[in-house]
T-cell receptor, first 116, second 114 residues
Framework: GNSVTQMEGPVTLSEEAFLTINCTYT??????LFWYVQYPGEGLQLLLK?????DKGSNKGFEATYRKETTSFHLEKGSVQVSDSAVYFC???????????????FGKGTKLSVIP | NAGVTQTPKFQVLKTGQSMTLQCAQD?????MSWYRQDPGMGLRLIHY???????DQGEVPNGYNVSRSTTEDFPLRLLSAAPSQTSVYFC?????????????FGPGTRLTVT
C-alpha cells in the first residue's frame, strides 16, 4: 500500500536559519505529492504540490522537488521566520483507477518552532 | 465563499452517546472526506464520497457512519461513542479529476469522549 515517511520532530530553528524537512514515499502508481501546513488551532492548508517527476512546487519561499529516483519530496526554505512555526505534513494521492484515487495518505507531521 | 465549515468546534460526549459532526462546503466540490488527527499519527481517512449518494470507507471506518444526500453536506455520525474516538476531526473537499487537486480543509472539531 501507499505510505509517507517524514522526519520526526519537533524541529527548533533560529530565525533566518535554513530549513529542510525530509519526506519519502511508497506508492503503487505515479502519485501527486503535497506539503500541507497546519498553524496552531487551524485546519490544514495546502503549501505546495507537484504532480509529476522533476516538478518543483514552490510557495511563500518554500520549495520541494519531486524526485522519482529517490522517491522523495523534501521541503526546504532558505530563511525561516517566526511566522513559519507550524506543523508540516507531507502527503500523496495515488491516481490509480477507482474512486479511492483521490485519497490523501499523510505522513505523521513535523512540528517546526522558529525562535527569534 | 465560506469554504469548508464544520460544527461544532468542540464537543464532549459520554461513552455510549451518539452525535453527528456537521460538514458543509460551498465550492460545488464532488469529493468530500473525513479524517481524524491523533498525536503522532498524522491524519487518517475515515470515510469519503465522490458525489451525492456515493460513499465509501477509508482506513479507519469502524464506529462511524456517513451519508451524502446533497453535494454540499457530508455529516459524520458516531453511533456509540468510545474513549478511543477522542480526536480532532477534519472534513475536506476537492474537485475530482486526476488526484492532483488541492483538498480544502475545515477548521476541525475537537471531540472528547469520557
Amino acid at each position: 500500500g501507499n505510505s509517507v515517511t517524514q522526519m520526526e520532530g519537533p524541529v527548533t530553528l533560529s530565525e533566518e536559519a535554513f530549513l529542510t524537512i525530509n519526506c519519502t514515499y511508497t506508492a503503487t502508481g505515479y502519485p501527486s505529492l503535497f506539503w500541507y501546513v497546519q498553524y496552531p488551532g487551524e485546519g490544514l492548508q495546502l503549501l505546495l504540490k507537484a504532480t509529476k517527476a522533476d516538478d518543483k512546487g514552490s510557495n511563500k519561499g518554500f520549495e520541494a522537488t519531486y524526485r522519482k529516483e529517490t522517491t522523495s519530496f523534501h521541503l526546504e526554505k532558505g530563511s525561516v521566520q517566526v511566522s513559519d512555526s507550524a506543523v508540516y505534513f507531507c502527503a500523496l494521492s495515488d491516481p490509480v483507477s477507482g474512486a479511492g484515487s483521490y485519497q490523501l495518505t499523510f505522513g505523521k507531521g513535523t512540528k517546526l518552532s522558529v525562535i527569534p | 465563499n465560506a469554504g469548508v465549515t464544520q460544527t461544532p468546534k468542540f464537543q464532549v460526549l459520554k461513552t455510549g452517546q451518539s452525535m453527528t459532526l456537521q460538514c458543509a462546503q460551498d465550492m460545488n466540490h464532488e469529493y468530500m472526506s473525513w479524517y481524524r488527527q491523533d498525536p503522532g499519527m498524522g491524519l487518517r481517512l475515515i470515510h469519503y464520497s465522490v458525489g451525492a449518494g456515493i460513499t465509501d470507507q477509508g482506513e479507519v471506518p469502524n464506529g462511524y457512519n456517513v451519508s451524502r444526500s446533497t453535494t454540499e453536506d457530508f455529516p459524520l455520525r458516531l453511533l456509540s461513542a468510545a474513549p478511543s474516538q477522542t480526536s480532532v476531526y477534519f472534513c475536506a473537499s476537492s474537485l475530482l479529476g486526476g488526484g492532483g487537486n488541492e483538498q480544502y480543509f475545515g477548521p476541525g472539531t475537537r471531540l472528547t469522549v469520557t
